[in-house]
């Protein structure tokens, strides 16, 4: 319940921050090419998530929980589709949201798939623990930090590793349902990157925090 709260919060604010952000970084390059605006499909999509995650909370191993798992995941992918995140490919801040939130329709893919028993419950869990919410918080830490503290809006190599070490924090974990024998290495190498990436968070963007010069924040 508490970890679909969460997701709940990222699909309702996600679909506001992710189009903002896209379409003002389109917007200083003079690009029309904008990602579809909040509309009633994302209506749609939420009131369907809500009930997707019911289900998965009151009987997580039903299939009926499994179907609408995985008719959420494809709408979630549409979703994530019309958002048009290939467009800021340039600017990995930016992208970072995009590739974040790519976690949620495969988290639901990952819920439907322990409903049908075609992989352990715990490993679908932190499909959208590991992946949807961690993966997200730091996408909007690095950019909010940027742009609270007056620093340009773009991603450093710091960044960039911290976001490629969570994301494949977020593709190992699930392994150790693949392969039990090797459990252990599994879950060391995962929680390492995890450590990785909010470590270098810490190193790079704790100094900006503690030593903070404010300026208004940019698109």
């Known amino acids: 319940l508490a970890t679909s709260a969460y997701v709940m919060l990222i699909v309702v604010v996600g679909g506001r921050i992710l189009p903002s952000f896209t379409r003002n970084w389109l917007n200083r390059f003079g690009r029309t090419d904008f990602p579809v605006a909040y509309n009633r499909y994302d209506l749609a999509v939420i009131l369907a998530s809500i009930a997707a995650l019911a289900f998965w909370v009151l009987a997580p191993g039903w299939p009926a929980t499994g179907a609408v798992a ?3 995941a494809v709408l979630q992918a549409i979703r994530l589709w019309r958002w048009r995140g290939w467009t800021t490919a340039a600017e990995p801040l930016v992208l970072g949201l995009h590739v974040a939130y790519a976690f949620m329709p495969l988290g639901f893919v990952a ?4 409903a049908f028993g075609l992989m352990e419950a715990t490993a679908a869990l932190h499909v959208l623990t590991v992946g949807t919410i961690a993966t997200m918080m730091l996408a909007i830490m690095t950019r909010a930090t940027r ?3 007056g620093r340009a809006l773009t991603a ?3 960044t960039v590793t911290a976001y490629a070490a969570l994301v494949l924090s977020a593709a190992v974990r ?3 349902a693949v392969l039990p024998d090797h459990a252990s290495v599994i879950y060391g190498a995962s929680g390492a990157l995890w450590i990785m990436a909010f470590g270098l968070y810490i190193a790079e963007y704790g100094p900006m925090l503690v030593i903070r010069r404010r300026a208004p924040v940019r698109g």
């Open 70 to 72: 995985a008719f959420v």
């Open 111 to 114: 819920v439907s798939a322990a």
């Open 147 to 149: 742009g609270h503290t």
């Open 156 to 158: 450093s190599r710091w």
């Open 174 to 176: 699930p392994l150790s």
